[in-house]
T-cell receptor, first 113, second 115 residues
Framework: AQSVSQHNHHVILSEAASLELGCNYS??????LFWYVQYPGQHLQLLLK??????LVKGIKGFEAEFIKSKFSFNLRKPSVQWSDTAEYFC???????????FGQGTTLQVKP | AAGVIQSPRHLIKEKRETATLKCYPI?????VYWYQQGPGQDPQFLIS???????DKGSIPDRFSAQQFSDYHSELNMSSLELGDSALYFC??????????????FGPGTRLLVL
């Protein structure tokens, strides 16, 4: 069965530090990958997505992710985090051919001012 | 731009009661997905509809049912509520099945608390 896993469950950084959140997926077919962010008490917002083409994807708020097929990874990066980046981050992938999303366990990012 | 609308935003029910959650997709979107997010957990897919037909089914209890209406809005009906049903219920919509390089857009969610 397809799965998405995030290995960092809780990350604490100081402002201006660089961020990298890991995401691995297991799926042999067409891969569609996403990163969503959930600010406290809010709904899921799409940060970026990968369907095909350039494996380095740029999203909103200065985030980017790199799809590495050989490593089954889609790690999220940001060169310099801000306090306002404090949130829960979910990696997700489409499962099957109906568009349902399966999510990783989520990573809680806490940025200290 | 118009977003996905969910109502109510908050709902408090007692055990064994019923609840109905509503989702209004983005205009022109014909596909609706329902997800359940328990406290501190990742969202879990429940059920989806495309063009008013059920397109997929996930870990949805038999006590729950859902449908999509002619105007593409969807309702999730939950009966015999249990304490464990307390969660945030998200609805997402897309134009066509989301695999065709379309993106799902999430609503703000309905927070259900079962006492």
């Amino acid at each position: 069965a397809q799965s998405v896993s995030q290995h960092n469950h809780h990350v604490i950084l100081s402002e201006a530090a660089s961020l990298e959140l890991g995401c691995n997926y297991s799926y042999g077919g067409t891969v569609n990958l996403f990163w969503y962010v959930q600010y406290p008490g809010q709904h899921l917002q799409l940060l970026l997505k990968y369907f095909s083409g350039d494996p380095l994807v740029k999203g909103i708020k200065g985030f980017e992710a790199e799809f590495i097929k050989s490593k089954f990874s889609f790690n999220l990066r940001k060169p310099s985090v801000q306090w306002s980046d404090t949130a829960e981050y979910f990696c997700a992938a489409y499962s099957g051919n109906t568009g349902k999303l399966i999510f990783g366990q989520g990573t809680t990012l806490q940025v200290k001012p | 731009a118009a977003g996905v609308i969910q109502s109510p935003r908050h709902l408090i029910k007692e055990k064994r009661e019923t609840a109905t959650l509503k989702c209004y997709p983005i205009p022109r979107h014909d596909t609706v997905y329902w997800y359940q997010q328990g406290p501190g957990q990742d969202p879990q897919f429940l059920i989806s509809f495309y063009e008013k037909m059920q397109s997929d089914k996930g870990s949805i209890p038999d006590r729950f049912s859902a449908q999509q209406f002619s105007d593409y809005h969807s309702e999730l009906n939950m009966s015999s509520l249990e304490l464990g049903d307390s969660a945030l219920y998200f609805c997402a919509s897309s134009l066509g099945l989301a695999v065709s390089q379309e993106t799902q857009y999430f609503g703000p969610g309905t927070r259900l608390l079962v006492l």
